[in-house]
C-alpha cells in the first residue's frame, strides 16, 4: 500500500514535443504528490507538487493532473526542451502534524529530449 | 553555498568496515532526512529526525545502520559490517520543519567491494 508505480521506464522526445509520465498509488491517506527532477550525479530536485484538493496545477511548463478517483496523477511537460533530459521521479506522503513527511518515491523516469 | 552539504562525495570500503557518512542541512532546517538510492531507482526513506531525535527510523534496513544527530544540525549515518548489497548513493535531505519543501543534497555514492 506504500508503493507508488511509476511509467514508463524511459522516454525519448522531440524537441519542442510533449513529455508524459504517469504514477500511480494505493494509500488514500497520501495527501502531499511532488515531483522531482534528477540529473546525473545529483540530488534530486523539486519541480512542481500538488495537493489532492485540486485536479491540475500548472508552473510554467510543468503542468500536474490528478485524477483522485482513479489514485492516478501525471506530469505533462509542454515545449520540451533538451534541457529537460533529466530523471524524473513522482513521489507521495502524509502530511499532518502527527506525520513525518517521508516521501515514498516511483521507480523514476528517464527522459531524453532529442534536438 | 547555502544548500545541503554531504561529505564525502564517493566513498569506497571493503566489505565488513564501517563507514560514516556526514550531512550538513541547511541552516535553520529542523527536520532531516535519508535516503538510499540504489541504481536505477527511486530514493528509499531510511531515517527522519526531528531536531536531535529520530522521530522515525522505520526505513533502516536493519541493526547494521544507525544515524545520530546530537546537536539538531549535522548528522551522521553510520553503517556497520559493510556488505555489497549496501553499494548505493545516500541522500540526505532537510526542510525548515516537517511538512515543508525538503532539499536534498548531493548524496554520497558509497562502493562495497
Known amino acids: 500500500q506504500q508503493q507508488v508505480k511509476q511509467s514508463p521506464q524511459s522516454l525519448i522526445v522531440q524537441k519542442g514535443g510533449i513529455s508524459i509520465i504517469n504514477c500511480a498509488y494505493e494509500?488514500?491517506?497520501?495527501?502531499?504528490f511532488p515531483w522531482y527532477q534528477q540529473f546525473p550525479g545529483k540530488g534530486p530536485a523539486l519541480l512542481i507538487a500538488?495537493?489532492?484538493?485540486?485536479s491540475e496545477k500548472k508552473e510554467g511548463r510543468f503542468t500536474i493532473s490528478f485524477n483522485k478517483s482513479a489514485k492516478q496523477f501525471s506530469l505533462h511537460i509542454m515545449d520540451s526542451q533538451p534541457g529537460d533530459s533529466a530523471t524524473y521521479f513522482c513521489?507521495?506522503?502524509?502530511?499532518?502534524?502527527?506525520?513525518?513527511?517521508?516521501?515514498?518515491f516511483g521507480q523514476g523516469t528517464t527522459l531524453q529530449v532529442k534536438p | 553555498g547555502a544548500g545541503v552539504s554531504q561529505t564525502p562525495s564517493n566513498k569506497v570500503t571493503e566489505k565488513g568496515k564501517y563507514v560514516e557518512l556526514r550531512c550538513d542541512p541547511i541552516?535553520?532546517?529542523?527536520?532531516l532526512y535519508w535516503y538510499r538510492q540504489s541504481l536505477g531507482q527511486g530514493p528509499e526513506f531510511l531515517i527522519y529526525?526531528?531536531?536531535?531525535?529520530?522521530?522515525?527510523d522505520s526505513g533502516l534496513p536493519n541493526d547494521r545502520f544507525f544515524a545520530v544527530r546530537p546537536e539538531g544540525s549535522v548528522s551522521t549515518l553510520k553503517i556497520q559490517r559493510t556488505e555489497r548489497g549496501d553499494s548505493a548513493v545516500y541522500l540526505c535531505?532537510?526542510?525548515?520543519?516537517?511538512?515543508?519543501?525538503?532539499?536534498f543534497g548531493q548524496g554520497t555514492r558509497l562502493t562495497v567491494v
Open positions: 541552516s535553520g532546517h529542523t527536520a
Open positions: 513521489a507521495a506522503s502524509i502530511r499532518g502534524s502527527s506525520n513525518t513527511g517521508k516521501l515514498i
Open positions: 529526525f526531528q531536531g536531535t531525535g529520530a522521530a522515525d
Open positions: 494509500n488514500t491517506a497520501f495527501d502531499y
Open positions: 535531505a532537510s526542510s525548515f520543519q516537517v511538512n515543508t519543501e525538503a532539499f
Open positions: 500538488i495537493r489532492p484538493d485540486v
